[in-house]
């Protein structure tokens, strides 16, 4: 099953254990999901975030996420990210082009609701169109 988002080939894209992420011109984060990707530890994943700010410029910003291969992490993790997220990200937006990757994410909007605006998608053009408001 192919994902939504492409890699463009004009930006610098980093590639961590579970994901590839890249920010375009206008500061908006995208993130695509490896397939079988490992669960990441709390350290992991406290240090991916200091990467994404890092790279951000110490600023909050808007993620465009593919989650079409994406698995969820465990419950430690997911608190921890529940509970760091609203430090850095101004708004979410997911796509998915399979059926598991639209449950990982209702999982979890459901299971923690977002202090920040947060939606899923079909298209890419749909989620970039709606996450402009917030950039």
């Not at 598991?100 to 749909?126: C, H, I, Q, W």
Request: charged share 25%.
């Amino acid at each position: 099953m192919e994902r939504i988002l492409t890699i463009p080939d004009n930006v610098q894209v980093n590639e961590t254990a579970r994901s590839y992420y890249w920010f375009d011109e206008e500061g908006l984060m995208y993130s695509v999901g490896k397939k079988n990707a490992p669960q990441a530890s709390i350290p992991e994943m406290k240090k991916l975030l200091d990467e994404f700010v890092a790279a951000a410029n110490g600023k909050k910003f808007c993620i465009l996420s593919d989650v079409t291969h994406s698995t969820p992490n465990n419950k430690e993790t997911r608190e921890f990210v529940a509970k760091e997220f609203p430090k850095i990200v101004t708004a979410l937006a997911m796509v998915s082009a399979s059926p598991l990757g639209r449950m990982v994410a209702n999982l979890f909007f459901a299971l923690k609701p977002t202090p920040y605006p947060a939606k899923m998608f079909d298209s890419e053009a749909e989620a970039k169109q709606w996450l402009k408001q917030y950039l």
